[in-house]
Each structure stands twice: as structure tokens, then as C-alpha cells.
DNA sequence: AAAGTTTGCGTGAGCGCTCACGTAGTTTAG
DNA sequence: CTAAACTACGTGAGCGCTCACGCAAACTTT
């Protein structure tokens, strides 16, 4: 069993007092060049490392934060995950990542153990959580940056993409390509409250046509088991749909994969676009057509946010709003003039 | 700014001393049954949440763990963390998890820093160090446990699946099948240190074939790029080839897609066998061959193991190893007894 | 040259817990 | 009926830092 280096012990060595120490470890002033390059060197000699408990329980700043989010399973969560912990690491911050499954309550519950737990912030994404629950968690102590919902307020901030926006432009690019019976697979919940489904329908009612509901349908799960039985049903019900857009790109791969067991070709007989451009989904087959979201910024620009309102609370910091970009592969085609004459 | 409820607010509404809440929320003994309801009850009442940070200073138990990891990106690592995470929260456990990109230098570094981060316990995953090395640090302070390396010391063990084994028998399979010149697209590394290309060239020899030196290739990195990349060397260079074994599923999704590009047709020209299993694997086209990694499985033992170790030092627990299952899928097929009689 | 200002350092307190004791009151053993 | 052995609490110390001071020495200013 190592003996634990404490600063007094630098202290000690170095013939300082341990304030001195501190102020060279942190880079305060109030001690000469001198001093600090003689205290820094006996850190390193003897091998010092500061223990993050002890700092965090005096300055009640714990240099860690927590990151809640559904689940980590989809490549694109990992990239969020990546660009967070990428930017911590550089500036010493630790992360918990604590799951929910997107259960609402495991998310209050959640924050509330990070809190006790004395996280300096909160990243939360994709939450169920309304403007008002989230912005009465956060607080100058407790900043908060939400990432995939639009939020403002003072200590809360988000990153997020124009998914409705990005989802209207998809739905008239296809239409104006030729598609006129576009199916949405998309998520449970109610379908006000997700981007991808408005979008879907503000895409058909700015071209002056009607939306199908029986177009859209909803996995029970997010997972490819669900997708894949969900595009069954969806394809069984609407044999004329010439474009499936689905949640994301796992769920896409899962869909081309039922509308195969269809019988289905993809793109001659159904195209078939996701979202995220998750790095599998230039190399399936075909390639995925997909809006690409950059998760992996996402992540890196939510963590630097979370830093600047640990600095400087209290001020009210603007969302970012990321752009969406489509990207044309193999998956989709478009239909011919006939079509159109329609 | 909510006020910080401490030990000794309950204790002072409870109308008892500050160590007989700490008995309460600990579970331990010398509280009477009543006291400790009472106690339990003024916790709720006031939203007591002990402080993380505190604890971990006066019992020098910081209920903190790390994970040292090349990158979170490959879903069978998403998997594994899930399932360590998963054991973890169960027993109010955190999980640092931080990442090497497969630098040896970093993974000192990083175990290191956990160290002074006062973590209790690190998993490893897929260490290029050296059980000697690894060694060191285990202490009765810091069990490690390793995974997808096989070790054993005082306060050291590990989960893992014998992949050398799986492989040797995958490549007789092969053999046993028709195959006769099988590719191997593996990661960067000294050769006699990857399980994968041991177990290849032991399939062959317990057969008494020879290996083509020609038929292993690396790729610079185990990224989808570098994989798909390095299988269209590998069958430019062996044009002859009827099967690839690749590292792992996402990297043999790339040499699918290497393969389509290269013109050959999956499984009829050519066979492409992956390893994890990761949900995507039984959705892509063809749906995936691969070895069957129980990655969820791996996380959780690797969590149960750390909490023995950190419960009850000094003993040495025996390596776990898992079961490897062969899921066979569309992308491999067997040859015909034309190719056998050669 | 006296007074004010800055620079460089040290000291005590305390963050919120747990650990190792101490001490009454109660039960058990001989 | 007394000594020994619990049971159920309370008390002081301390984990390793930072914060808010305090206080000399050196450096300006008028």
C-alpha cells in the first residue's frame, strides 16, 4: 500500500507552507516565480497528485459533471459522449454518464442523485423534461445545458439541430423528386412533441398536400428489433409507399432490412433515408441516405457551454443551433416524371 | 441558491448525535430499530442526500470507479459499458470512464490520474500492458480487473472469452467447409500479441495446411475507413480468396462493403465473418456471420468482480472466461465438394 | 522620509462526513 | 447479588484540501 502524498507533505519538502502549495498547483498569485518552479519541481519528485475529493469538498467545486441521457447505445450517443469527454478531459473535468431509457421520472431522480452526488453541471439530452422542470433544477451552482431540445434561461442553455426544420426540407426534397407516399417510422411518445413527426407533416402541408396518418407509425422502442417489426407493419399497410424516413440510422439499417424480407428492393422499389450519419452507415448496403447530425460537436460544444456557465453563472447564455446536412447515398432514388403526372 | 442539507441538520432535528444518522443511512448496528426509523424519516422529510465527496474523505471510499478504454465508438464497447454501468448503479457505483485511443503511454497516464482521483477500483479493457505492469499498480487499495486480456495476481483478475481458441475452431469450420484460402483482416500490433491471428494460424496448422503470410493484413487502425481500405488490398493482393475473417462486426461490415466494391458478391465469391455480434450485425446486407462476444455480460462481471475485490481485498479471484458462440448468417456459405477434392 | 501600496508568504478554520473511542444503561452469567 | 458483557448512543479527531484572513518585507508615491 502506496502512502498517499498529501500537500503537506510537498509542503513539508519544499520548506513552504502548504497554502504556498496550493497556490502553485493552481496557478494563483500571491507567490514568485521562484517559489513556484522550486514547489513544482518537488511535486514532481515526490509524485504528488492533488485529491480531487479534498479540493472538491474545499472549494465545493468537484470538477465533475453529469451527462444524462436515454441510452448509450447508438453510435450516435457515443459521438455526444466522445466530444463531451474529449473537451473534459483537456480541462480536467470528470463525467458521470447515468442512463434512463428514456423513463421520464428516472430522469428527475437522476439529476437529483447527480446533485447530491455534487456535480458542478448537468448535460442532459434528449429529455421529456419541460422548460420549467429543468430550469428550476438549474441554478448558478447547477448550470445546465440540454442538448437535442431548444431551452434558454438563466444557467441553462442547449445545442440542438433543426431536426423539424431539416425533416420539412427532406419531406419537399423527396416530393419534389418524385415521392408522393412518404411512410415516417418514428419514435413512441406523443407525436406533438416530436420534431421529426411535425416536420414530416409541416413538409406535405407547405406543398399544399394531405398527410396520411396511416404514413406514420411508431416503434414501441428505439432499438432495431422494434424498427424492423414496426416497417413490417407500416409496409404491410401501405404496399404503395415508394420512401420510408425513420428515426435515425439504426433504425433506417432495421428498415431496409424489413423492407428486404418484404421483398422489397431498396432504393427501386422503397427508398429509405435516416438520421445522424453514424459511421456503419456509409458502408451497409446500400449506403444509407441520411441527414447527418454532427454528434460528435454536439458533444464537444455542450461540454464548453457547461464550462463557460461554471466560470461566469447567471448570465443567460443563446442556444446553438446546429446545421443538418443531407447526404445523398445508395438508399434513395428518385421516382420518375410519371409519377409526377400524377 | 438551495442550501446544502448536512449530517448534522438531521441529526439536530432528529434530536440525535451526527454518528447515529450516519449509523441509519449505513445500515449499521448500535441503532436501536426505532431510532432508525425516526432518523430515516427526518432524512425524507428534510431531502437529506449525503454528500458524495464528504463520504469519500472520511472513509477514504470514493464509491468511484474507472474504466480505461481505447474508444467508446464500437457498439460491443457501448455494450460492455452498459453492462458495468448497468452493476454499477445498482450499488451506487460511478464509472469514470476515460480513453486511450490504444496509446500504452496514455494508459499509464490515465491509471495514474484515476489513482489521484481516488477512485476504489479500475477495469482495464484490452490493455497493451504487460501483467507485470499491470501488476504494479493493482493494490489492495485498486483492484483491477482486466477484460479481453486474461491475468491473475493479488487484487488482479479478469473476464474474458478465449478468442484464439474461437478462432482456431472458426477457421477448421471454414476449412471443414471448403474454404481453403482464408483472409484475415486484423488491427495494428505485433502479430504475436493478437489472440486473433494466433488462433488463425493455429487453425490451419492443427489441420497440417500452411499459412500464406499474404492472406494476414492489418489495418493501420480499427476504424470503418482503415478496414475497408485494407480489405481492398488484401483482395487485390489474393484475388483468390473465398472467405475473410475480420477483427471485429463493424470492421467486417467494411470488408463487406470492400467486397461489393471489388465487385464480388457476398457470400457467393466471397465469405466475410465478424466478431461481437453488435445489434447491427442481423440487419446489414447479407446479415452478418460473426462470434458471438457477450460484451453486456463481460461489463457486468467485470463490475461484480471489482465490488468482491473492493469488498474483500488481498485474495486472488480466478480469471472468468466466457463462452464464444458461432452465429452463422448470410454473409459466409460453405463451398462445394469440388473445392474439397483439391 | 513618512505614508501608502503591492508582493509574497503563513495561519486558522472548516467543508461533511466516518472512525475510533468513550460511556451510560441494560442484560446475562456464576 | 455482583462482575462481565452487551446495547445504544455520543464525542473528538481528522480525511486533504481551499478560503479568508493576517502580516511582514519591498516597492511606490508625494
Chains 1, 2 share one sequence.
Not at 459533471?65 to 470528470?94: D, F, K, W
Not at 447530491?116 to 447547477?142: M, R
Not at 424480407?261 to 459511421?279: A, E, F, K, Q, T
Request: charged fraction near 20%.
Amino acid at each position: 500500500m502506496k502512502k498517499n502524498i498529501t500537500i503537506d507533505d510537498v509542503a513539508k519538502y519544499a520548506g513552504v507552507s502548504r497554502q504556498t502549495v496550493s497556490r502553485a498547483i493552481n496557478n494563483m498569485n500571491g507567490i514568485s516565480e521562484k517559489t513556484r518552479q522550486r514547489v513544482l519541481a518537488t511535486i514532481e519528485e515526490l509524485g504528488y497528485r492533488p485529491s480531487r475529493l479534498a479540493r472538491g469538498m474545499a472549494s465545493n467545486q468537484s470538477k465533475t459533471i453529469g451527462l444524462v441521457i436515454g441510452n448509450i447505445l447508438n453510435p450516435a450517443h457515443s459521438e455526444v459522449i466522445r466530444g463531451l469527454e474529449t473537451m473534459a478531459q483537456t480541462v480536467g473535468y470528470n463525467v458521470f454518464i447515468r442512463t434512463t431509457n428514456y423513463v421520464r421520472d428516472a430522469e428527475i431522480e437522476t439529476i437529483n442523485a447527480l446533485i447530491s452526488e455534487n456535480v458542478d453541471g448537468i448535460v442532459l439530452s434528449s429529455t421529456h423534461l419541460d422548460l420549467q422542470t429543468v430550469a428550476s433544477f438549474a441554478d448558478k451552482n447547477l448550470p445546465i445545458v440540454v442538448v437535442h431540445r431548444n431551452m434558454s434561461a438563466p444557467n441553462l442553455t442547449s445545442i440542438t439541430t433543426d431536426i423539424e426544420r431539416a425533416t420539412q426540407s427532406l419531406i419537399e426534397y423527396l416530393i419534389g423528386s418524385g415521392h408522393r407516399k412518404v411512410g415516417l417510422l418514428t419514435r413512441p411518445g406523443d407525436q406533438e412533441n416530436i420534431f421529426h413527426v411535425k416536420g414530416y407533416k409541416k413538409g406535405f402541408q407547405s406543398l399544399g398536400l394531405e398527410v396520411n396518418s396511416n404514413w406514420i407509425m411508431q416503434a414501441s422502442n428505439t432499438n432495431l428489433e422494434a424498427a424492423h417489426r414496426t416497417t413490417k407493419q407500416l409496409v404491410t399497410r401501405n404496399p404503395d409507399l415508394t420512401a420510408i424516413v425513420a428515426y435515425n440510422d439504426m433504425m433506417a439499417i432495421a428498415a431496409m432490412h424489413a423492407c428486404r424480407d418484404m421483398g422489397l428492393n431498396v432504393p427501386d422499389d422503397i427508398s429509405v433515408i435516416g438520421y445522424d450519419d453514424i459511421s456503419v452507415a456509409a458502408h451497409v448496403f446500400p449506403a444509407l441516405t441520411t441527414l447527418r447530425i454532427p454528434s460528435f460537436e454536439i458533444g464537444q460544444l455542450a461540454m464548453e457551454q457547461l464550462l463557460e456557465m461554471i466560470k461566469t453563472p447567471d448570465i443567460i447564455y443563446p442556444p446553438t443551433l446546429l446545421d443538418i446536412e443531407l447526404v445523398l447515398r445508395g438508399s434513395t432514388k428518385s421516382r420518375q416524371i410519371a409519377a409526377l403526372s400524377h
